[in-house]
């Protein structure tokens, strides 16, 4: 009789399955393991993704000295390409364009992956978005895009979404980061220079010189969101995962505009220019 009434028991205790505690309690569980475990998973991703901006950089690097090799120590127009249009607009606007404008295909092997960012969720290598560029005129003036002009929003390493924070970005503004010409501390080549700065340095800034030099080439800031960093290729050919906050100084960008900044500690900026670096 006692094996029997063992029998049902085990019987009943299977019928029964867990009880609604019980899986609270499991649930619970996973949770808190998840919320342990999610964060350190998301750590070693972006890691990941910056190392592949990383290596990208070096292939870039390597790119841009075959590209200067072949032009007499001189720097392509973008890193990547313009689209056709903006080759037209600036061309019109009296804007020198060099042949070709940028490393890819001739010096990037063919391989337009190494422009992208893996925390770029654009894929699609014909969509633009419209900027204000810098050139030189045939006679090496420098001058502004009177206008807007197309760059393909896929290409990272050109242009990147807006610095808002140390660690947030405004992906619906999107400005260069890499110019042959850049003047980045002012919105016109006409303004003053800012207070401390001298015109001289001034009109080197962030600009890409022919051969060896100070400065850095470019930045992508998909990694500000987060993770408040932005990674540079400067152009002695190393790079940095710098703070959003040191790099950009404080606040940050505040314009669309052709690099135009305001309330930016210049000393603060300046620290990875070639005036400073």
């Known amino acids: 009789m006692s094996n029997n009434l063992m029998s049902n028991r085990n019987e009943n205790a299977a019928e029964r399955g867990f009880s609604l505690i ?5 649930i619970a569980v996973i949770a808190i393991l998840a919320a342990i475990i999610y964060p350190v998973f998301a750590s070693a991703r972006e890691k990941g993704r910056q190392a592949t901006v990383i290596s990208s950089y070096s292939r870039v690097y390597a790119a841009l000295g075959r590209y200067e090799l072949d032009h007499g120590n001189q720097a392509p127009d973008v890193l990547y390409d313009y689209p056709p249009s903006t080759v037209t607009a600036l061309q019109a606007a009296n804007i020198k364009v060099s042949t070709p404008p940028g490393l890819y295909p001739a010096y990037s092997e063919h ?8 925390n770029n969720k654009v894929s699609d290598k014909t969509a633009t978005t419209q900027v204000f560029v810098n050139g030189l005129t045939a006679d090496g003036t420098l001058i502004k895009s009177p206008a807007k002009v197309d760059m393909y929003t896929f290409d990272a390493l050109d242009v990147s979404p807006m610095v808002t924070g140390d660690k947030s970005i405004d992906d619906t503004r999107m400005v260069p980061r890499y110019q042959k010409a ?14 401390g700065v001298t015109e001289a340095a001034y009109l080197q800034q962030m600009a890409i010189p022919g051969g060896t030099g100070n400065g850095y080439v470019t930045c992508t800031t998909y990694h500000v969101q987060g993770y408040s960093k932005v990674l540079v290729l400067f ?9 959003a906050t040191q790099f950009f100084g404080a606040p940050a960008e505040t314009s ?11 000393a603060t900026f300046w620290k990875y220019t070639p005036n400073g670096y």
Do not use: H, M, N
Not at 22 to 26: A, F, I, S
Not at 236 to 242: A, L, N
């Open 256 to 266: 669309d505009d052709i690099g135009a900044i305001t309330g930016v500690s210049a």
């Open 22 to 26: 019980e899986l609270l309690v499991v």
């Open 182 to 195: 850049w003047t980045s501390l002012k919105a016109d080549p006409a303004d003053p220079a800012p207070a």
């Open 235 to 243: 152009r002695s050919g190393t790079t940095k995962t710098v703070d």
């Open 111 to 118: 391989d337009a992956s190494i422009f992208q960012d893996p």
